[in-house]
């Protein structure tokens, strides 16, 4: 089983800045992918940024140019920068892993992971 727990949400006024965290532990051979998603109230979660094995990152519309998304290898931990945060940046954040890991007969098994959230509140 693999684990993820998330930090560094919180409450913060327009124009701040928040710094998330999720480090991700347990039976991972490899991971392809680290990411972000969030979901306000009401709405589907949706993309925030990702972050691929080999280092290609991918930001949505609504990010580019103030959240930046990065990793610690050693520690299997994604990190997330967010400036300049606006209020309809408000909602739960989710750390998102896509691993490899083996299963019965050691095939290798692509896999997903998710954080159980971390509630991001930017006031006006």
């Known amino acids: 089983q693999v684990q993820l727990v998330e930090s560094g949400g919180g409450l913060v006024q327009a124009g701040g800045s928040l710094r998330l965290s999720c480090a991700a532990s347990?039976?991972?051979?490899?991971?392809?992918?680290m990411g972000w998603y969030r979901q306000a109230p009401g709405k589907q979660r949706e993309l925030v940024a990702t972050?691929?094995?080999?280092?290609?990152?991918t930001y949505a519309d609504f990010v580019k140019g103030r959240f930046t998304i990065s990793r610690a290898n050693a520690k299997n931990t994604v990190s997330l920068q967010m400036n300049s945060l606006m209020p309809e940046d408000t909602a739960v954040y989710y750390c998102?892993?896509?691993?490899?890991?083996?299963?019965?007969?050691?095939?290798?098994?692509?896999?997903?992971?998710w954080g159980q959230g971390t509630q991001v509140t930017v006031s006006s």
């Open positions: 998102y892993l896509r691993y490899n890991a083996y299963g019965d007969y050691f095939k290798l098994n692509a896999l997903d992971a």
């Open positions: 347990g039976s991972i051979v490899s991971i392809n992918t």
């Open positions: 972050l691929i094995s080999g280092g290609s990152t």
